[in-house]
């Protein structure tokens, strides 16, 4: 009865190495069955924290360092080619999409020959920026961007495009990120660079001058004078 | 018949440039971070798991998710516990996919009688009833139970990698401690008995 009443005593003995209540001390003291109860305890502990350490210090494979930097260098060029987006990201570009096509889509009811005058513009906007392009292109866009059907919403883009300083090409949407990184590549060679950021300068345009036309003067002759001609040589013969 | 869009090669140029410094500079402070703090993502996760192979797959997959989140965590000096928490996860999240499950449990079934406890700790057995004992513990006392088994840390540095006060990562480990001792206490007595 007594061993019971020491029971729960024993367990946090055992747990912790504070010294024991003189009651148990007492206890043990006269109750072997107890004190051998302790010392299992304690061994059991001791066994358990020795099996925590050794199952939470395991040696680290060597392998594990090398796997993850090459999965980070994996992770880096996915998500270079394609930028981590969230669904928010979607909604605005999708609500962007729709705000730029509402406006663009009556007047092209209205006036479907209105492409055609903007593919002209397209066009030459097109020659004035290929200029300022580094000359080996990359995107076969960029080769024969004439050729290519423009939609009414290039109006818009062109218009904006005028305004803009900075030189600009229109490539396919799948070929931008390929563009950029070509540009970033070509600018870091010395001799591109001039090419990619100064355009060349447009050649002097001069004056059309004209140069006086020396026109003989007009042997003026009447129908008579003609006629008379005419009679003579007629007799001569 | 292919659309084209209009872009400026020099300002996207700028964007990705800016973009790949940022990014070489994320992945230096990470990597630096990941030499230190990579063993004890594989540590955790081979506390919990007890498999060097899940272990290794998991802690691969806690940096490499510590990595995409990196940018989010705003003090840097938490990412020893942010870390460790998420290996953790991982690692009970497989534990919970139960594909090993049968392995341990016909681990568990096979008993041999032991005398004492002096070669308890020494013995494979035993170490799968320790397993299988952390494994009923509630995670918040097997972490605390890890973590502090691991690399000799303290409670102070416990508590400090959980954001917790150190007197509730005591009680913790007094209670894990507790409670491992009577599991394996009764198994101990059960395999004493004739």
Partial sequence: MSCERHKKALIDAALSNDLLPLDLRAHLDSCGTCRAALDEGRRLLAAIDSGLRAAANAPVPPSLLPAVHLRLAQEDATSAKCPPSSSWMYLAAAAALILALIPLLRPRRANETGAQSSTQVAEQSTERASVAIPQPQPSSALEHPVNRRFYPQSRLILARAAQSPQPEVLVPPEERVALARYIASASQRKSWVTVARIPPAEPATQPLTIEPLNIAALNEQSLEELDRHRDRETQIR | ?194
């Avoid at chain 2, 499950?101 to 057995?125: F, H, I, M, V, Y």
């Avoid at chain 2, 995670?139 to 508590?159: D, I």
Wanted: charged content about 35%.
């Fill in chain 2, 1 to 194: 018949m292919q659309e084209l869009v209009l872009v400026q090669p020099s300002s996207a140029a700028e964007r990705e440039w800016a973009k790949e410094a940022a990014t070489a500079a994320t992945r230096r402070e990470f990597e630096e971070r990941l030499a230190e703090c990579g063993p004890q993502a594989y540590r955790i996760a081979r506390g919990v798991l007890r498999n060097d192979a899940d272990a290794e797959d998991v802690a691969q997959e806690a940096l490499i998710r510590a990595y995409r989140r990196f940018d989010q965590l705003r003090d840097r000096d938490r990412f020893r516990g942010w870390l460790v928490r998420i290996s953790f996860r991982l690692a009970l999240d497989r534990v919970r996919s139960g594909k090993r499950r049968e392995q341990r449990e016909t681990l568990w079934s096979q008993t041999s009688p032991r005398a004492t406890t002096e070669d308890l700790a020494a013995s494979s057995e035993f170490q799968a009833h320790l397993d299988r004992a952390l494994e009923e513990l509630s995670p918040k006392l097997r972490l605390v139970l890890l973590l502090a088994a691991m690399e000799g840390h303290t409670t102070e540095e416990v508590a400090q990698m959980l954001a917790i006060p150190t007197g509730t990562v005591k009680s913790r480990l007094s209670l894990a401690r507790k409670q491992l001792a009577e599991k394996l206490r009764c198994h101990v007595n059960a395999t004493k008995k004739p």
